[in-house]
């Protein structure tokens, strides 16, 4: 009875010491942002019994790999809102996965959108179209989902800037992401390009005209493909724009930049 | 003369490498754990087939959503096949020396009980990391398949006329999926992954030392491995009540090892977290092998 007593105070004494540890530990994956959301009822209704058992026992990435995985399933079926369910359940399960967000957002506005927008079943091609810009939205708010859950990485709002641009045609909002996509250092130097572009089709084009410009002296801009980009895109402008050769970054006469 | 008497009187660590390295010995040899690490392997091994499933596009974003399946999969066998090895082989150990009456010989010789059973332990701990490092090299070994596959699915792609964007892309594509494939931080979530399966055998081990049988133990741990994963979910529940917060504590938060899904997610998994976490899981095995000792120091044999 003796050694029973004294586990037990061995194990309150464990639990004792290691409290204000759990605490800290749990404070820095609530700032890590480790982990899903919690367990809701939706999810359980969506992944099932056996699923489930596997959240609960720690497996969580297999468990969001086969909900996607069967979302798949979904696909060809063209069952699309539960394709769109499993996509949730995934990113609730995951919501640090870039790829379950990016993917998922190009199924709705690209395959699904589409495929909504040329199904015979609709009556008219304007009903498709109401469908299809349905799914559209469906994208841009699961996108935007994404970057709340992923605030730091480039690659959600270079693509929301993409959803703006191909589908919502707003290149002024699709502008406004490119800006902040192209800000990360790890971002691949056309996404800068993009930005620029976008500010051109949006009208802004004094903007578009510094923009082009202030990429002419960005390090991450110097292979010969992007200079004659830049090079063309700040000509077209400066015509565009109807500069004189004072005021052009490449003077007509020369056709070389005032400075290097 | 008194048992007491008989009782060596230093503790010894040579006695207990001796008893570690003979429940080693005898583990390895089971049909049992022959049969789980086979299966183990297979499974793993047999990842880059079950990753054919995606829904990428086909190129980059395809070998990116394909290598995160095969690692979240591989990860997910090592634990789900580490945690068998780690309750089913350690579950055994005392109710198999009691059934076949090794132990009486055994504790006849110099050695205290808690040697014996710290030796029990060090074996269970050292079957786990051959364990662990068996299916983590067969891992790396069908990552590295996979990676280069992609490696050269994308480098054959690009021919020598490509343009030098087109090369540049190329070039940051092989350099992501590198990255991808050869991610030291997946040796964190290993670490961890090994150092929870450690404390489920201790746990398993103090079960055992008042189980009256193999099924009542694994039983047993299973039911607490469960409930370590749900007392994090538990805690948050319970956030203002101390007293909650310190029952809940009594079960030790298996979730706080799992960092693997954030390591495929790209997620960087801070050294300080890693070791805060390796902390708690030291003092909580400390804390459970001591009780274990002292449940078996008066436990009739």
Redesign the interface.
């Known amino acids: 009875?003796?050694?029973?007593l004294?586990?037990?105070v061995?194990?309150?004494?464990?639990?004792?010491?290691?409290?204000p540890?759990?605490s800290?530990?749990?404070r820095?994956?609530l700032r890590?942002?480790?982990?899903?959301a919690?367990?809701t009822r939706e999810m359980r209704d969506v992944m099932g019994q056996g699923m489930l058992i596997g959240v609960?026992?720690?497996?969580?990435?297999?468990v969001?790999?086969f909900v996607?995985?069967s979302?798949?399933g979904d696909?060809e079926k063209k069952r699309w809102f539960q394709q769109y369910n499993k996509m949730q359940v995934a990113t609730m399960l995951?919501p640090?996965?870039?790829?379950f967000w990016?993917?998922g957002a190009?199924?709705m506005a690209w395959n699904i959108g589409y495929a909504e927008r040329t199904d015979p079943r609709h009556r008219t091609l304007a009903e498709g179209m109401k469908r299809e810009m349905l799914w559209h939205e469906r994208a841009r708010r699961f996108l935007i989902r994404g970057i709340q859950n992923l605030p730091n990485r480039y690659e959600l709002y270079f693509k929301l800037g993409w959803l703006y641009e191909q589908k919502f045609k707003d290149p002024c909002l699709a502008a406004e992401q490119y800006a902040i996509a192209a800000q990360f250092t790890n971002a691949?130097a056309?996404i800068a390009r993009m930005h620029c572009r976008n500010l051109a089709a949006c009208g802004r084009l004094n903007e578009a005209y510094e923009c082009w410009k202030r990429l002419w002296f960005d390090p991450a801009q110097t292979?010969?493909?992007?200079r004659s980009i830049l090079a063309r895109e700040i000509r077209k402008l400066e015509d565009e724009m109807n500069l004189s050769d004072s005021q052009r970054f490449f003077p007509r006469a020369s056709r070389q930049p005032e400075t290097q | 003369m008194t048992e007491k008497e008989q009782e060596p009187r230093l503790f010894s660590l040579s006695r207990i490498w001796t008893i570690a390295l003979n429940t080693l010995t005898e583990s390895l040899r089971q049909k049992v754990y022959l049969i789980l690490i086979l299966f183990a392997l297979v499974l793993i091994a047999s990842a880059s087939f079950f990753s054919q499933?995606?829904?990428?596009?086909p190129g980059e974003?395809e070998a990116?959503?394909q290598l995160?399946?095969m690692k979240?999969?591989c990860?997910?066998a090592i634990?789900?096949f580490g945690m068998l090895i780690a309750i089913v082989g350690t579950a055994q150990l005392l109710p198999n020396e009691l059934e076949n009456r090794t132990i009486y010989t055994i504790l006849a010789k110099p050695v205290r009980r808690c040697e014996f059973l710290l030796g029990k332990y060090v074996g269970s701990a050292l079957l786990l990391l051959v364990s662990v490092a068996i299916m983590s090299l067969m891992f790396a070994a069908a990552l590295k398949f996979k990676g280069d596959n992609y490696l050269r699915l994308i480098r054959g792609a690009a021919g020598p006329q490509e343009?030098?964007?087109e090369w540049?892309?190329m070039q940051?594509q092989v350099e992501r999926i590198r990255a991808t494939v050869y991610d030291t931080d997946l040796a964190k979530a290993l670490l961890l992954a090994y150092l929870k399966l450690a404390l489920l055998a201790g746990i398993t081990l103090?079960v055992s030392t008042?189980g009256t049988s193999i099924i009542f133990n694994v039983a047993v741990t299973v039911m607490i491995?469960?409930a370590g994963?749900?007392v994090?979910?538990a805690?948050?529940r319970w956030l203002e009540s101390g007293v909650a917060?310190?029952l809940f504590?009594?079960i030790p938060?298996?979730?706080?090892f799992?960092?693997?899904?954030?390591v495929?997610?790209?997620?960087?998994?801070?050294w300080?977290?890693v070791l805060?976490?390796a902390?708690?899981g030291m003092?909580?095995l400390?804390?459970?092998l001591?009780?274990?000792v002292?449940?078996?120091?008066?436990?009739e044999v």
């Open positions: 009875m003796r050694g029973i004294w586990a037990i061995m194990l309150l004494t464990a639990s004792w010491v290691t409290l540890l759990q800290k530990i749990e820095q994956r890590l942002k480790f982990g899903g919690p367990v609960l026992a720690g497996f969580r990435g297999v969001a790999n996607w995985i979302s798949h696909w995951q640090r996965s870039v790829l990016d993917v190009w199924h691949p056309f292979n010969h493909v992007s | 499933f995606g829904l990428g596009e974003q990116m959503e995160k399946f979240d999969f990860l997910g634990a789900v343009s030098s964007v540049e892309q940051r103090f008042f491995f469960f994963h749900l994090g979910a805690k948050e917060q310190f504590s009594l938060d298996l979730g706080m799992n960092v693997a899904d954030d495929i997610l790209g997620n960087a998994i801070p300080l977290y805060q976490v902390a708690y003092v909580y400390v804390a459970v001591a009780a274990a002292c449940v078996f120091a008066e436990r």
